[in-house]
């Protein structure tokens, strides 16, 4: 692995011409192998959809088709299209799971309307950036589509390695999106250098899950009250409040089977997101509100000061984050840092954790019988937040009066790019231009094992959205969970005032495996959270010392719209 890296970070820095890159991937055995070697390994694959029967997932995925070629959002595909075959590359989520679900499913549909051919690649995760950027630099073009994690842009506007997309948008050959109900966030990450680059499908963001039934239940509040001399706060708006529920419930038998039961479930494997896990904690340790929600040196800002790159990774918010992290790792499994994400969501799902706080499949997962048994037992909100925020402009913790809540796009937030290797750009934007199309994106959205998240306006209730109630129930969706569900997405895209920025400069990859190896040593018990933080912020000034500090300091500056 870190033959790949540097031979990235050579790539990155314009050391090494094509030749020279060829020869060296070459010899790593980075080509010369069949794609369709890619090894499987999904996220999560269930068999039906979110109300659990195959015939309700098929019958409204035909309704949501019949709608988008009844629309006047339907495009007038080109007779050129007829007879070519697009090449998706994707994240490995396995045929009928997380990301890559969505295009084997939607694949048929596709290709009768178009007359062309789809070709799904499933790359396993930690592949992807590697296998992308190989195809791209030796001039393969095996990938049309390259449908990836958000924060690869930066990587891939650094090299000019993709095409904008915003050429297609007023052509009548193609498939019209409202760009306008995408949640401004979201938006963000599809756009650089003044083009949209992406089309919207997945929107990334973690909330926190509990048990409403059990911590609404009178017993449990009695026994609560008894010993902290409060009620139990549902939903818990700070992780102080959060840990002392959580710790309440550990090993107590409040279950279905009266069996004990765990605080907290979470996926924290190394090497399978769960760093994120952590960030989604921190930002509200470090992300000072102020200066009218904009940034400046040292309000609204969390991975590097804008004006030095100096990491803020090791800064106290981040240490006192990561400790609260490591107290609550203790209310779970003792298994849970080295669960995937199927394996932390499983336990919540089976009924046997009070809390998970993680993405959206969660929520739409626990409406399939087949994998849950929580149905209409649950609730959802936006993530907790602090009572006291780390300022770095007066050295010292600043008390707040209400919570410090932070809104997050932690994760991926899955889209697709066209590569300028790429030998179908216009099929490659017209799946993705379908795949945003409200009733398309709406059903993946609603379906349990597609991994794609809510974050446009017509997946809300109204009054604020324009989806109804019944567009949730009749796939199976128990109508109090979809709305705690589009609630809890609400708050964090629509309501909270402040934002964690999303890291999508050029280095994104390597900042991020850093940060997951060294989080994973103070969950497991090989650091304290002040080493492992200090041992990030290292590595991390290694890396901007081998990509160039300045130029990605002008990178973040202008991702996070700083002024001076």
């Known amino acids: 692995m870190k033959e790949y890296e540097d031979l990235f970070k050579e790539v990155a820095n314009h050391q090494l011409d094509r030749r020279s890159f060829m020869q060296k991937a070459a010899a790593l055995g980075l080509i010369g192998a069949g794609m369709s070697a890619l090894g499987t390994g999904p996220a999560f694959a ?34 050129a299209w007829r007879g070519k075959t697009l090449n998706i590359g994707v994240y490995d ?24 051919k789809v070709n799904v690649v499933r790359v396993p995760f930690a592949d992807l950036h590697t296998k992308f950027f190989t195809d791209i630099l030796t001039g393969a073009g095996s990938y049309d589509l ?27 050959r193609f498939t019209k ?10 938006a963000r990450l599809l756009q650089g250098n003044g ?4 089309c919207r499908n997945d929107a990334d963001a973690q909330v926190l899950y509990w048990r409403n039934d059990v911590l609404t239940d009178p017993k449990w509040n009695q026994q609560f009250k008894a010993q902290h001399g409060k009620d139990i706060p549902v939903p818990p708006r700070t992780w102080e409040d959060l840990l002392q529920v959580a710790t309440f419930f550990n090993g107590k038998k409040w279950t279905k089977d009266g069996s004990p039961g765990y605080g907290i479930t979470l996926p924290l494997k190394v090497g399978e997101q769960g760093f994120f896990h952590f960030l989604s904690v921190a930002g509200s340790y470090v992300v000072l509100p102020g200066n009218n929600g904009k940034a400046d ?52 799902l089976r009924g046997k954790s009070i809390f998970v706080w993680s993405w959206g499949d969660v929520g739409a997962l626990a409406e399939d019988p087949r994998s849950s048994n929580i149905l209409g037992l649950w ?44 030998k179908q750009p216009e099929l490659a934007y017209e799946w993705s231009a379908i795949q945003a199309s409200t009733p398309i994106n709406f059903w993946n959205v ?30 199976g969706w128990n109508s109090s969970d979809a709305t705690a569900y589009m609630k809890a997405y609400q708050e964090n895209f629509f309501e909270y005032k402040v934002a964690q920025e999303y890291l999508q400069i050029p280095g994104a990859t390597q900042f991020f495996t850093q940060l997951d190896i060294h989080v994973s040593e103070a969950l497991t018990g090989q650091a304290t959270a002040k080493q492992a933080l200090d041992r990030t912020a290292s590595d991390w000034n290694n890396i901007l010392g081998q990509l160039g500090r300045d130029s990605l300091k002008t990178s973040y500056q202008d991702s996070i719209h700083y002024n001076k």
């Not at 989520?93 to 062309?116: D, H, L, M, N, V």
């Not at 209730?461 to 109630?469: A, D, E, N």
């Open 46 to 79: 269930s068999p039906a959809g979110a109300g659990g029967t195959a015939a309700a997932e098929a019958a409204t995925a035909k309704a949501a088709w019949k709608a988008l070629m009844s629309s006047s959002a339907r495009g007038k595909a080109d007779p």
């Open 446 to 475: 609603t379906i349990g094992w597609t991994g794609i998240n809510p974050g446009s306006k017509y997946d809300y209730l109204p009054p604020f959205g324009t989806s109804r109630l019944s567009d949730w129930t009749k796939v």
């Open 177 to 186: 999106w409202d760009r306008g109900s995408v949640s401004s966030q979201i």
């Open 297 to 348: 040196r040292y309000h609204n800002v969390y991975y590097f000061d804008p004006e030095t790159m100096d990491p803020l990774i090791n800064t106290p918010g981040n240490v006192r984050a990561l400790e609260t992290m490591q107290k609550l790792a203790k209310q779970g499994p003792p298994a849970m840092t080295g669960y995937a994400l199927a394996e932390g969501w499983n336990v919540f």
């Open 379 to 422: 609730g959802a909100g936006g993530m907790p937040g602090t009572m006291e925020v780390y300022n770095r402009q007066t050295g010292k913790w600043q008390k707040m009066s209400s919570p410090n809540l932070v809104a997050n796009t932690e994760g991926a937030s899955w889209y697709g790019v066209i590569p300028i290797t790429s």
């Open 146 to 172: 390259m449908i990836g994690a958000g924060w690869f842009l930066g990587d891939y506007l650094r090299g000019h390695y993709i095409r904008p997309v915003d050429q297609y948008f007023n052509d009548p």
């Open 93 to 116: 989520g396995g045929p009928k799971g997380a990301i890559s679900g969505p295009c084997y499913w939607w694949a048929p549909y596709f290709e009768q309307y178009t007359g062309a």
């Open 195 to 198: 083009h949209w680059y992406g």
